[in-house]
Every structure is written in C-alpha cells, then in structure tokens.
Nanobody, 116 residues
Framework: QVQLVESGGGLVQPGRSLRLSCAASGFTFSNYVMMWYRQAPGKERELVASIVRNGASTNYADSVKGRFTISRDDAKNTVYLQMNSLKAEDTAAYYC?????????WGQGTQVTVSS
C-alpha cells in the first residue's frame, strides 16, 4: 500500500523556520521525483519545489527561492522541505507528491500557518 505521510507543519511567527517531512512507503522511493506543493484557501495548488531521483537537481517557485530548500534521504524514504524566513503568504496546506511520470502519489497534507 502506497503511503506518503507529511509532518512538521504548525503555527509559526513570521521570520521563523519550519521543516516539513514526507515519509514514503509502498513504492521504490529512489526511482521517483519528489515534489512539494501548497494550496492556500481560495487559491489553486501550486508547485513549490522539486528534486530529481538522485537529488542532483532541484527547482523552486520564484516565491520561495533563497528561503526554502528541498532535500531527500533515499535511505529513509523521506523528502524534506526546510522553510526559512517564513512569511504570512506562505500560509497554506503543504502536500508532497511522488511521480515517475507514469504513476503519481499524493500525501494528505500538513498545514502551515504563519502569523504573529
């Protein structure tokens, strides 16, 4: 059974940091591109960051470049999203996705709220 389980969300003040984790099981994690998406209330889901299968390449949305870092640990079947200098506009539900361009799997999401 395929599972992607996000964790690490919560309420944080502007300027602070959070690290999200997404633990995968039920498929060969190392063969999949991993992505983080987010969806704010009333907005479409947007791609935040992605990391290729061997971790050699990453990509980020312009809105998070320089503040967020995606990484993966294939030994732990886990992808991370380190979020620094958080802003109110980063408030959203964050989802991880695994894809090999044939199959794709989604997690259930974790809420991040940035507020003073």
């Amino acid at each position: 059974q395929v599972q992607l389980v996000e964790s690490g969300g919560g309420l944080v003040q502007p300027g602070r940091s959070l690290r999200l984790s997404c633990a995968a099981s039920g498929f060969t994690f190392s063969n999949y591109v991993m992505m983080w998406y987010r969806q704010a209330p009333g907005k479409e889901r947007e791609l935040v960051a992605s990391i290729v299968r061997n971790g050699a390449s990453t990509n980020y949305a312009d809105s998070v470049k320089g503040r967020f870092t995606i990484s993966r640990d294939d030994a732990k079947n886990t992808v991370y999203l380190q979020m620094n200098s958080l802003k109110a506009e980063d408030t959203a539900a964050y989802y991880c996705k695994a894809t090999n361009w044939v199959y794709e799997y989604w997690g259930q999401g974790t809420q991040v709220t940035v507020s003073s």
